[in-house]
């Protein structure tokens, strides 16, 4: 089992906790570290733009990175959402554990 991480930009504080408590419920993320106060300076249909966005680096494992990232885009209150995954080269042990024990369905 193998860790990943999600890295995505929203609007505002709310759409990002909105997001990571359906995330979290579904069980296809274990954490969501909403991060404040991101300034993003951007193109965007050809025209040059700035705003303060909220970013949030979530954490799963990789067998549900594709799952993880489809359903983000499809709860993201953005038309086009930046999101980017990626599975981790390393992680420790303790993480690996916990993503085990908190992600994906319960085993029984």
């Known amino acids: 089992m193998t860790a990943a991480l999600i890295w995505c930009p929203f609007g505002d504080v709310e759409s990002a906790e909105a ?8 069980r296809l993320i274990a954490c969501a570290n909403i991060l404040p106060a991101v300034r993003s300076l951007y193109r965007w249909n050809g025209e040059r733009g ?3 966005e909220v970013a949030v ?39 690996l554990g916990w993503l085990e024990a908190d992600c994906g369905s319960r085993k029984t």
């Open 19 to 26: 997001a990571a408590g359906q995330l979290l419920e579904e």
């Open 50 to 52: 700035k705003g303060s």
């Open 57 to 95: 680096l979530f954490k799963t494992r990789a067998d549900l990175l594709d799952a993880a990232v489809a359903r983000l885009e499809a709860l993201h209150p953005y038309d086009a959402p930046a999101i980017s995954g990626w599975r981790c080269d390393a992680a420790g042990v303790a993480t």
